[in-house]
């Protein structure tokens, strides 16, 4: 079929409209020159959590990618289809778009198994499991039964396994793939892969052997970071995080980052399960890079401080209250780069500026060109205000969650954007002067505490014990965002009374 390319444009037009520049800045006047020196280094690392992504999200998007470049002055459509991924409810690409000269036999009707491979290749749908698991794992049924059989193939799988097999299975840090996959980078299967006696098509590789080629990299420049900055707790941050990159554990390196006291707050690495909608198991590589703000850092410990009061009153049976919550470390940053986003920056302010990608850079001279990127990491589509880590439950239980607000980005969303703008449409003009950052901020602080409280590890009618995480699998994160919104909620009331 014919589109009107007119239309079409319009339509992506439309979507880019959502989306606002904003410029947001934040001081690097107690940063010393090593420390900066280091910061060169990191965002060089967090762009590289870019690439990964790109491969983590859909197998084709680097090919993808290269063509878009190589044709985006064709026309205006081809220029604009650089952002049509926004909307994530449409397809990418159709039939009808000049991309589907990837697979040149694509302009016609295409049966038996090479359909199969095109179809693939530009699903309909956004694949529900990314490429965290064989793109083919739906290639002969129907999207409504498709869950139904990837969840069965996955299960009969598992149940086979050794207890250490199935948590690698299992593991935010693997990708599952198959002996007879068709490869879309065309390279050959490893048979060292397939372990003796072993008849399933399913098998599980570390991040560190699949991304081995990009992590090597992101590992010898936070190991120069970390020799170059000044605090002994980023410098152990970094150099356990250059590990953790080539060794696949991660334990070390999170507990490094929870107990992070440092002007120069960084967050890098797989940590959030979004993308995997169809188990809800594997992480996605994000960057976040910030300065602490001090002063309301510490105007926040009265929340940290009062996790275990919340535990033990919240409105739920004594059975799954835990008795030894700990008060969890709450840092304010002001975001300088996020993975996937360019920055312009200046030699004793940073400027970073979202969609509008100005080529600004002169901080130290050394900063280069490269940096240049659209939306992509695990920072894509609506900026988050706040993020509650680890996931990894063994340390959750042990040790609690640490939060990172960002509140540049509040005040942005808050002022200009989100909460002012909805309060003019929902708001009586009687009320509206109850409407100020310090509410929306607060709200933000018990929403991201409120995660760290509550069932976590449980025990199954069976005996077994297990997480609720494992348990909900693909249903966790949005029932585990309402439970964040609503306890965080009955939170502030708890703490004004």
């Known amino acids: 079929y014919r589109e009107n390319n007119e239309a ?4 992506l037009q439309k979507q880019l409209r959502r989306y606002a520049p904003v410029s947001l800045t934040a001081e690097l006047t107690g940063l010393g020159d090593a420390d900066k020196e280091a910061l060169i280094l990191l965002v060089r690392a967090a762009t590289i959590m870019d690439e990964i992504f790109y491969l983590q999200v859909w197998h084709s998007n680097p090919v993808l990618r290269e063509w878009l470049k190589e044709h985006a002055n064709v026309s205006q459509l081809d220029n604009l289809k650089w952002m049509s991924c926004l909307d994530e409810n449409e397809a990418f690409l159709t039939t009808a778009d000049s991309a589907v000269k990837l697979l040149p036999e694509a302009t016609k009707p295409i049966t038996g198994w090479k359909g199969v491979q095109y179809r693939a290749a530009f699903p309909m749908l956004k694949p529900s499991g990314a ?14 039964f498709l869950h139904v059989l990837q969840r069965m193939e996955f299960k009969l799988w ?7 097999k199935q948590k690698d299975a299992t593991s935010f840090f693997t990708v ?10 065309n390279h050959i299967f490893d048979s060292t892969h397939l372990s003796e006696g072993s008849t399933h098509d399913l098998y599980s590789i570390p991040y560190s052997q ?6 090597t990299r992101v590992s010898d420049l936070l190991h120069k970071a970390g020799d170059l900055v000044s605090s002994p707790s980023l410098k152990r941050l970094l150099h356990s995080k250059a590990d953790a990159f080539l060794s696949n554990d991660y334990h070390d390196s999170d507990i490094a980052w929870m107990e992070l006291d440092s002007k120069l707050d960084v967050t890098i690495g797989p940590y959030e399960t979004y993308e995997d909608s169809l188990f809800g198991y594997k992480a996605t590589f994000e960057a976040f890079i910030g300065v602490r703000d001090e002063k309301a850092t510490a105007q926040l410990k009265l929340f940290g401080d009062n996790l275990q009061v ?6 739920m049976d004594d059975t799954y209250k835990s008795k030894d ?4 470390p709450i840092r304010v940053v002001q975001l300088l780069f996020n993975a996937g986003w360019i920055l312009g920056m200046g030699m004793e302010r940073m400027k970073l500026n979202k969609l509008l990608l100005l080529p600004e850079f ?16 695990d920072v894509k589509g609506p900026q988050t205000i706040a993020f509650n880590l680890p996931n990894d439950e063994r340390i959750v239980k042990d040790r609690g969650t640490a939060m990172v607000i960002l509140k540049n980005v509040s005040e942005a969303k808050c002022e200009i954007f989100i909460l002012n703008p909805i309060a003019d449409a929902c708001i009586a003009k009687e009320q509206y002067e109850l409407v100020d950052f310090e509410s929306f901020f607060t709200h933000t602080i018990c929403h991201e505490c409120c995660h760290g409280i509550g069932p976590h590890t449980i025990t199954l009618p069976d005996g077994r014990k297990s997480t609720v995480r494992l348990e909900l699998q693909d249903l966790h994160s949005a029932l585990e965002e309402a439970k964040a919104d609503i306890v965080g909620l009955w939170a502030l009331n708890f703490l004004i009374k």
């Open 8 to 11: 079409r444009s319009l339509v």
């Open 131 to 144: 490429n965290f698991y064989p793109p083919d794992m739906d290639k002969m049924v129907t999207h409504e």
């Open 158 to 164: 598992t149940t086979g396994l050794s207890l250490d």
């Open 176 to 185: 599952i793939k198959r002996h007879s996959q068709v490869y879309w980078d």
């Open 210 to 215: 699949e991304y081995h080629s990009f992590l």
């Open 310 to 315: 919340l535990e033990q009153n919240l409105p």
């Open 325 to 328: 919550i700990i008060a969890a």
């Open 362 to 377: 002169t901080f130290l001279d050394k900063v280069e060109k490269e940096l240049w990127l659209l939306p992509a990491s």
